[in-house]
């Protein structure tokens, strides 16, 4: 069909654009789109050359704006791949399955990451001719320094295992106020983990081995498959929580996703640019949820004096815990 006039445009449009739209807010649809937007990234990103254009921007305005370019497509392409790999989590909770739907997603994402794992090893094992055991071992503790070409479908499995995890824990929050001190409590223990605690030490001495437990952002321009920040499997597993939670008690969904979208892009903004060297997710998570669902919660004033006395003792063993830790 030739489109010969403004009529014809508006006919396709409005035949266009319903199918469109139904796309878009189909869960399963929009959720695989996502996941495969993801997978483009990774296999797309590392091999874009930036190098020319940022000697381009070098030679033609100087130092500071080819920082400035470089730092934009960097910024650019890691919040792209944030929001696909935070898009398919939130469809993939508005899916709403039940319970046994979100186990058989946890047991054959964790079957699909043990299986790249072996295989990976299997290879590493048998070009350097060490034992497969050990080569697993190898392989489970560098994910991110093997430059693989099934680290994003690893990734995108990841996002899925805890996904199903963290809505498979939703069910322990059977009414809506109760949201308030675990979002608090879980904030203040990922303080603790990820400055003095658990993650601290692994980041400290074997800061490879995060990599098994990390959604990955790939690096634009790399020419090879490397990655350029991590997310833990808790940002991850704490958001699908929230998003349960907000679908469960009516809350608003798209307001919840863009909010914590937004503050967890602003962190990894941070990091990626040098002012900190690691965060807390769940911080900003937790900041988000709340400022977007206030008026929905209806705690007490005898509620919130118990929830600050529960949130002090926690902040003052996880204190206590870290002058024995250290």
């Known amino acids: 069909m030739t489109l010969r006039s403004t009529k014809d445009f508006s006919v396709l449009r409005n035949n266009g654009m319903p199918f469109i739209k139904k796309i878009i807010k189909t869960p399963w649809t929009c959720g695989i789109l996502c ?181 990955s952002v790939p690096a634009a321009g790399a020419g090879k498959f490397s990655v350029i920040s991590t997310i833990g499997a808790g940002d991850f597993i704490f958001p699908a929580l929230v998003f349960a939670c907000v679908f469960r008690f009516g809350f608003r969904p798209a307001v919840n996703f863009w909010l914590i979208f937004a503050f967890l892009f602003a962190g990894m903004a941070l990091i990626l640019t040098g002012v900190l060297p690691h965060l807390p997710a769940l911080v900003p998570v937790c900041a988000a949820t709340l400022i977007a669902d206030f008026r929905e919660f209806s705690l007490s004033r005898r509620e919130w004096a118990y929830m600050g006395i529960v949130f002090a003792l926690l902040v003052a063993v996880l204190f206590f815990l870290h002058r024995i830790v250290t």
């Open 35 to 215: 996941a495969i937007g993801y997978l483009l990234c990774w296999y797309v990103l590392p091999l874009i050359k930036t190098g020319g254009l940022t000697e381009l921007v070098l030679n033609t305005a100087g130092k500071g704006a080819a920082g400035f370019v470089f730092l934009f497509i960097t910024l650019f392409t890691a919040g792209i791949a944030m929001l696909l790999m935070f898009g398919m989590a939130f469809k993939l909770v508005e899916q709403r399955l039940p319970a046994k739907g979100y186990i058989v997603l946890f047991l054959c994402a964790f079957a699909g990451m043990s299986g790249i794992i072996l295989s990976t090893a299997a290879r590493i094992s048998r070009l350097s001719h060490a034992p497969f055991a050990a080569a697993v071992r190898f392989t489970a503790a560098n994910m991110n320094d093997i430059s693989s070409p099934f680290m994003g479908v690893y990734s995108l499995l990841l996002v899925v295992l805890a996904v199903a995890f963290g809505y498979l824990i939703s069910f322990v929050v059977r009414e809506k106020n109760l949201l308030v001190p675990i979002m608090l409590c879980c904030a203040i223990v990922d303080v603790w983990t990820v400055y003095g605690g658990f993650v601290k030490k692994v980041m400290t001495e074997a800061p490879a081995a995060l990599g098994a437990v990390s959604g």
